[in-house]
């Protein structure tokens, strides 16, 4: 099955689609260093079969997608620049020069994929954003109904209502749904939540809901409190749960007197990074590339790292540098040092084999900015089995 990626990135739901069995046509990203990390790695062959991979370094506002097909495209796949509506960013939404929300809508209508995968952030749900994402929504359910010159998007919003309610539309359309998806239900080792919105050309008669989580925090607090594996796993001596660990007891007897859960543990920081040699600030390791240790990190108020037994808190690119109170590693002890940019690609799901362009800071901005790959298959897998359910367009 045939993609295109948008908004590309350094590689997380491109890699992620790839790996559910979707080959991209294109790729497309503005940053240059980001591009720089697709090409190394596409060159490289870093992942088997995406050295055919055709990164296009463009502005995603002047691209004609039809270079990439016409009427056979199974997928379009993305995530818009989320800073106009990150909890981060300065909320400016709809009127920030960098929502690329439109865009996302009109490579749907131009290529009118099977179906379509837009992921964003938490921060698209807030109370000040909602008729915004509803806007959104409904754009890619009719978006072939384009806003009129002149036309302010909430009345925009108001003709896509009309036509929603009336339940009937002869032109194409998709049926779309949306979830908000923690990373670490489905194993990945951070705690990020986004926003995907799935939708399926209507005319394939296709029906989909989200995959259900595969992991669970109740899952690793019994494997911590109930069974001791955790500990037993990793060659540690068991721990009080009333040691740094917000249980209540109703919740600790719960867990006691039930039966181990059917999902798995989270997977937290110490398992992520648990056959990884300790990193050093003299040298680069020479098994792992991109993993070396950068000094200097410090703890203070609303910086404090993320606990080693724990999947690590959401890594955030920010808008000057590196916001390191969600890139450090805080053990027991008190101590807390940086991720390095190796590290903070096992947290975000990327293999080792991919490697990161790019100074330190880039690097990890590329990151914060990234989809965990192990996300991003888990929903593409779930979309790709649908799609070759019935085959065709």
Known sequence: ????????????????????????????????????????????????????????????????????GNGDMDLVAGGAPCQPFSLGGKHRAQDDARNMFPEFVRAVRELRPRAFILENVKGLLRASFRNYFEYIKLQLTYPTLTKKHLEDWTDHLARLEKVHTRGRFPGVHYNVVSQLLNSANYGVPQQRERVFVVGFRADTGLEWNFPEPTHSEDALLWDKYISGDYWKRHGLSPRDPGKGVALSSVRMRDLEDGEPLKTKPWVTIRDALADMPAPRADRESKEFSNHRLIPGAKVYPGHTGSPIDQPSKTLKAGVHGVPGGENMIAYEDGKVRYLTVREAARVQTFPDTWHFEGAWSEAMRQLGNAVPVGLAEVVAKSVAAKLESTGGH
């Open 1 to 68: 099955m045939n993609s295109i990626e948008l908004f590309t990135g350094a590689g997380g739901l491109a890699l992620g689609t790839h790996q559910a069995g979707f080959r991209h046509r294109g790729l497309v990203e503005w940053n240059e260093d980001a591009c720089d990390t697709l090409r190394k790695n596409a060159s490289a062959n870093a992942v088997p079969g995406i050295d055919h991979w055709r990164i296009h370094h463009a502005d995603i506002r002047i691209l004609p997608f039809n270079m990439f």
